[in-house]
């Protein structure tokens, strides 16, 4: 390895570069089908966003939005839990969390097979 570096410094640190990033995005991939498996149909918590919730029901966060009446993301700028909702609303995060449940069990009787 090192009659390699001295002989093409350039294309030896281009190689070791390809390889960090590659093992780089493997293991974020990985971490992030691990962790998505596990959490699949999570109850739903005043903490979680409307995106969460989405990708842990398998659902489209615009139709749970549009279904429990909430607010798009791009309103503030960033996606809101569920608690923010609540408090810019004046209604206690319960009720949110309701409308949200009703729209999962609606989007969920309505389709017959996972979104890919």
């Given at each position: 390895m090192i009659r390699l570096w001295r002989a093409r410094p350039v294309l030896t640190t281009?190689?070791?570069?390809?390889?960090?990033?590659?093992?780089?995005?493997a293991v974020r991939?990985?971490?992030q089908a691990v962790y998505w498996q596990?959490?699949?149909?999570?109850?739903?918590?005043?903490w979680m966003t409307v995106g969460y919730i989405a990708r842990s029901w398998d659902l489209n966060g615009?139709?749970?939005?549009a279904l429990a009446g909430l607010p798009l993301p791009e309103v503030k700028g960033h996606p809101q839990p569920l608690i923010e909702i609540a408090r810019d609303r004046g209604v206690p995060v319960?009720?949110?969390i309701a409308d949200v449940e009703s729209a999962i069990a609606t989007l969920r009787a309505g389709q017959t097979e996972p979104r890919e």
């Open positions: 281009a190689f070791l570069l390809a390889c960090v990033a590659t093992l780089f995005f991939l990985v971490v596990t959490h699949q149909d999570e109850p739903v918590r005043p615009r139709e749970i939005d319960e009720e949110v």
